[in-house]
């Protein structure tokens, strides 16, 4: 059981850079969600998806964009890597947006770091 | 203010022991409520839903005082494999995630 695939697990980019951090479900859940986790500040949202043809900003956007491809796939996009960014990306999936059973499946994290 | 705070730690505990993390949040219209559990360099995984009434699964036992707006996590008879990050994780239409309580079980 695959769950969430998100890839690469591991890149280096130079700032101003461009890069694509790719993300699948197979769980045929509605909606899918990015998040950054730093130190000290927790896991924090930057873009998610309701469902699929929907996509809105979370708590830290800026610099990010995405793409719901299709039910099964979100991508996050950064268009010119900053220091900034440096951070663990987590791509995760929920049967619905209503969070009733608080269930979010995550993918194993992307390590991203921008020199 | 953030929205969901908790003690980052870590706390250092001896096998058996008991251990308490407490949340606070500051949204007195949260929806519902819940631990996650992350494992170093892994991925969060659901622990388990926080109930008004207060609810355990095993070890494990949570609570929450919507009055004082804070939920907890107690674990009993502590194991070596429960070293771990544990989450708080508020629902307030938006799941709210806290930066973790880090613990860590010494045999």
């Known amino acids: 059981n695959a769950g969430v695939t998100q890839t690469p697990k591991f890149q280096v980019l130079k700032t101003g850079q461009s890069m694509t951090l790719q993300c699948a479900q197979d769980?045929?859940?509605?909606?899918m969600y990015w998040y950054r986790q730093d130190p000290g500040m927790g896991l924090r949202l930057i873009y998610y998806?309701?469902?699929?043809?929907?996509?809105d900003k979370g708590e830290v956007p800026n610099g990010y964009n995405v793409s719901r491809l299709n039910k099964r796939e979100f991508s996050l996009r950064l268009e010119s890597a900053a220091p900034s960014q440096t951070s663990v990306y987590f791509c995760?999936?929920?049967?619905?947006?209503?969070?009733?059973?608080?269930?979010?499946?995550f993918g194993e994290g992307s390590r991203l770091t921008v020199l | 203010r953030k929205e969901v705070e908790q003690d980052p730690g870590p706390f250092n505990v001896p096998e058996g022991a008991t251990v308490a993390f407490n949340c606070t949040y500051s949204n007195s219209a949260s929806q519902s409520f819940f631990w996650y559990r992350q494992d170093c360099r892994k991925e969060p995984k659901l622990l388990m839903s926080?109930?008004?009434s207060g609810n355990e699964d095993g070890r494990f036992t949570a609570q929450l005082n919507r009055a004082s707006q804070y939920i907890s996590l107690l674990i009993r008879d502590s194991k070596l494999s429960d070293s771990a990050t544990y989450l708080c994780?508020?629902?307030?239409?938006?799941?709210?995630f806290g930066q973790g309580t880090t613990l860590q079980v010494k045999p």
């Open positions: 926080v109930y008004s």
């Open positions: 995760a999936s929920s049967e619905n947006q209503r969070m009733n059973t608080g269930e979010l499946f």
């Open positions: 998806s309701a469902s699929e043809g929907t996509t």
């Open positions: 769980m045929n859940h509605n909606s």
């Open positions: 994780v508020v629902n307030t239409g938006k799941l709210i």
